[in-house]
């Protein structure tokens, strides 16, 4: 199973009683590893958890720290892009340069760098001290 067929199958699995936008994601690790995740709000509606950081969350309880590249997916006319709390998690776990393909239900895909998503990102090195 490719990315988009991995994202598109989580996607299923939202838990999205009050948006009722489902949206799953799927990376793979360093260690080639597939891991998933999808958006899973609560009634404290809009707090929840996204796809991304689902995924993400899934590939470091499994060991993995890093991914080389991860896709998106959703039911929406166009492919939408992760919300910047997304971006900054995609920043933490894996290189400038790794992919991330958004797609829509459709077919449509967009496929961009990490460092494209989150340009001027907030890094570890910011907090060292001198």
Do not use: W
């Amino acid at each position: 199973m490719n990315l988009t067929e991995a994202a598109k199958a989580v996607r299923e699995n939202a838990y999205t009683p009050y948006s009722n936008f489902k949206v799953g994601a799927a990376l793979i690790s360093t260690s080639g590893k597939v891991h998933v995740g999808c958006n899973v709000e609560n009634v404290a509606y809009p707090e929840g958890t996204c796809a991304e950081a689902g995924a993400i969350a899934a590939m470091v309880a499994a060991g993995d720290t890093q991914f080389t590249d991860i896709t998106v997916i959703a039911d929406s006319p166009v492919p939408v892009t992760p919300c910047g709390g997304c971006r900054q998690k995609m920043f933490e776990f894996a290189s400038p340069d790794a992919k991330v393909t958004l797609a829509s239900l459709s077919g449509e895909t967009v496929t961009m760098a990490v460092a494209d998503l989150l340009p001027g990102a907030f890094v570890k090195s910011q907090m060292d001290r001198a």
